[in-house]
């Protein structure tokens, strides 16, 4: 039974339905403003179809407007996985090969090593491209061309396939090019007309100007001791040769909070969402491929997307240990090593029944400590798996966080169960 939400906190009013059974998620986000310093957000939960749970509440500043339902964020690399679930649709529609050769599509890739690149590596940070050596010059992540070009000449820092470096920024390129030359058409279209619009969505990956009103801007976070303290902002600050240095070196070039950034094509950083969009967007997915009676993608294709990828104990970019499917983070638990923080995955059944076909989705732009900032099932820029929701990684890489001891479950009392620890990157 669904339960109408109507509360006014310090934070600003949270409203919604939630059925009864998933009370203690309405409990806990409506706790988020009253003990946790959050400023606006929005969560959602699909379950065999049907929203169980969609919630919004806050404010889009501290000071601001009430958050709507309509409110829409920058969900940063949530926009991964949309952008991967494109490349997958071409796939399973015989359009785009995974295994074959991304100089099949796009020949000026093979520059600098990179000839042996297959389109599968491009999707589990595996091409050897994780950044660019020469910085990106002021608004060059907006100029869909000069980024191409940029990425297709860049000399590969591993012989691809052999390594995985998170390609925080350059998947944008990587996988977003091969989409354009096989769909023969950009990716934010094409995300547009064969996703987010026949599924109902407010995503886009290029923000048309008529909704720039219903976008809130993100809150910087402050950076705390334990975070810089950790392998990878040492290596940002003290290591200029590094992927990591690099990846942070252009980080503020992508400024979330300009309408020029919300009307790029960044494939892998500025999509813009709700939660209830990024809930929608995995809703086929966790019910076998299908929407509405008709197939989105078929078994075969949806189990490739489930199955790891690559994996290592130290991922040349975040350096700590990472798993990656093709276009999906995968589980993950780096609670006991050293130097990181809050740097897990951490995707568990509880109990013996088989979990039933739900999606998550939340956004959230405060500069609080993030304790769930979960985004869709099955995956995310996380896992495409039956029993698995996901976690996004990066919404501002210099945040608090919580102690792994506060962590909380969000609790569907029927069971099964998703503990989960936020990935920082």
């Known amino acids: 039974m669904s339960r109408t939400i109507s509360v006014d906190t310090t934070a600003g009013p949270v409203a919604g339905t939630c059925d009864t059974r998933f009370a203690a998620v309405s409990e806990t986000f409506i706790e988020n403003f009253e003990k946790r310093d959050e400023i606006g957000a929005s969560v959602s939960i699909t379950l065999d179809d049907r929203k169980v749970v969609d919630l919004w509440g806050g404010r889009k500043t501290p000071d601001g407007d009430p958050w709507q339902e309509d409110t829409v964020c920058t969900v940063f690399s949530s926009t991964k996985g949309a952008m991967s679930l494109c490349a997958h649709l071409l796939a399973d529609r015989g359009v785009l090969d995974l295994d074959a050769p991304v100089t099949d599509y796009w020949p000026e890739f093979a520059a600098g090593g990179k000839e042996g690149t297959l389109v599968s590596m491009t999707l589990d940070h595996s091409a050897g491209v994780p950044h660019l050596r020469e910085p990106v010059r002021a608004g060059g992540f907006y100029d869909y061309a000069y980024m191409v070009e940029r990425v297709a000449n860049e000399s590969a820092f591993w012989t691809p396939g052999t390594r995985i470096g998170y390609h925080g920024f350059t998947m944008a390129w990587t996988v977003g090019e091969v989409i354009h030359r096989a769909a023969k058409e950009r990716l934010g279209a094409f995300f547009q007309e064969q ?40 290596a940002a600050l003290n290591e200029p040769e590094s992927t990591t240095f690099y990846f942070m070196r252009d980080f503020p070039l992508l400024e979330v909070n300009t309408r020029e950034c919300h009307a790029a094509e960044v494939g892998s950083a500025n999509g813009i969402a709700n939660g209830r969009a990024l809930a929608g967007l995995y809703a086929p997915l966790a019910n076998g491929g299908m929407c509405d009676g008709t197939r989105l993608v078929g078994t075969d294709t949806l189990a490739r997307m489930a199955r790891v990828s690559m994996a290592s104990h130290d991922d040349a970019t975040l350096l700590m240990p990472t798993r990656f499917g093709l276009g999906f983070m995968r589980g993950v638990d780096n609670r006991r090593v050293a130097a990181t923080v809050n740097s897990s995955l951490l995707l568990r059944r509880v109990g013996v029944r088989p979990c039933r076909r739900r999606r998550f989705g939340r956004v959230r732009r405060s500069r609080l400590p993030d304790e769930f900032r979960l985004h869709h099932e099955p995956h995310g820029h996380g896992v495409v798996d039956e029993r698995a929701w996901a976690v996004p990684d990066r919404r501002r890489l210099f945040r608090a966080r919580l102690p792994l001891e506060r962590e909380r479950c969000l609790a569907d009392v029927e069971a099964p169960l998703q503990r989960l620890t936020q990935f920082p990157y």
């Open 195 to 234: 996703l987010a619009g026949p599924l109902g969505l407010e995503f886009w990956i290029g923000l048309p100007a008529v909704f720039e009103s219903r976008v809130a801007p993100m809150i910087q976070a402050e950076p705390d001791e334990p975070w810089m303290a950790t392998r990878f902002i040492q």
